[in-house]
Nanobody, 125 residues
Framework: QGQLVESGGGLVQAGGSLRLSCTASGRAFGTYTMGWFRQAPGKERECVAAIRWNAGTTYYAEAVKGRASISRDFSENTVFLQLNSMKPEDTAVYYC??????????????????WGQGTQVTVSS
């Protein structure tokens, strides 16, 4: 069935950086799309970034363009999200997710069928 485990969340000051990791196990993710989502209190879950596992093509939400970088490590079966110049509005629980297929929407959460447990990111002003 597969499992996704996030790590790397924590408390960071505004302007700082954080790297989140998502290690995948239990399935081959070669034909999958991997996404990072976040959900702040009282807000809907939103896609922050996504990557096609094989092709490496990427998507970024406008809110993080220029500040975020998503990448994957084939040998470790891990997807990373690097966030720089962080802002208090980046505070949220960040989730890793996967969806089958290398086509279609990057950002539609309903198309992702495997989710991690989430990791809290808090940015202090």
């Amino acid at each position: 069935q597969g499992q996704l485990v996030e790590s790397g969340g924590g408390l960071v000051q505004a302007g700082g950086s954080l790297r989140l990791s998502c290690t995948a196990s239990g399935r081959a993710f070669g034909t999958y799309t991997m996404g990072w989502f976040r959900q702040a209190p009282g807000k809907e879950r939103e896609c922050v970034a996504a990557i096609r596992w094989n092709a490496g093509t990427t998507y970024y939400a406008e809110a993080v363009k220029g500040r975020a970088s998503i990448s994957r490590d084939f040998s470790e079966n891990t997807v990373f999200l690097q966030l720089n110049s962080m802002k208090p509005e980046d505070t949220a629980v960040y989730y890793c997710a996967s969806r089958p297929g290398q086509y279609g929407s990057y950002s539609r959460s309903s198309e992702y069928n495997l989710w991690g447990q989430g990791t809290q990111v808090t940015v202090s002003s």
